[in-house]
Nanobody, 118 residues
Framework: QVQLVESGGGLVQAGASLRLSCVAS????????MGWFRQAPGKERWSVAT????????RYADSVKGRFTISRDNAKNTVYLQMNSLKPEDTAVYYC???????????WGKGTLVTVSS
């Protein structure tokens, strides 16, 4: 079965950087659109960034544009989220997802917690 395993979360101060990684197994990784989503306590989960199967098309939430970068390495079955200039409002559980398009995610990881202190 498809498994997505995130890593790289942690506690950082505002202004710091983190890079999240998500390794996929049990699927044809290079065929899937990949995405990073986040969910803060008491709030709904929403899309942070997505990347097409080829890696040529990326989309970002307005609140992270210019600070976050999504990328993928199809040879390593891995998708990354480079997060710079982190803010306390970026605090959330970050989930990796795989799907047939940027609006249809079929598989989800268990998440990794990012906490940004002020």
């Amino acid at each position: 079965q498809v498994q997505l395993v995130e890593s790289g979360g942690g506690l950082v101060q505002a202004g710091a950087s983190l890079r999240l990684s998500c390794v996929a197994s049990g699927c044809s990784f290079s065929s899937y659109t990949m995405g990073w989503f986040r969910q803060a306590p008491g709030k709904e989960r929403w899309s942070v960034a997505t990347i097409s199967a080829s890696g040529r098309i990326t989309r970002y939430a307005d609140s992270v544009k210019g600070r976050f970068t999504i990328s993928r390495d199809n040879a390593k079955n891995t998708v990354y989220l480079q997060m710079n200039s982190l803010k306390p409002e970026d605090t959330a559980v970050y989930y990796c997802a795989a799907g047939s398009s940027y609006v249809t995610m079929d598989y989800w990881g268990k998440g990794t917690l990012v906490t940004v202190s002020s």
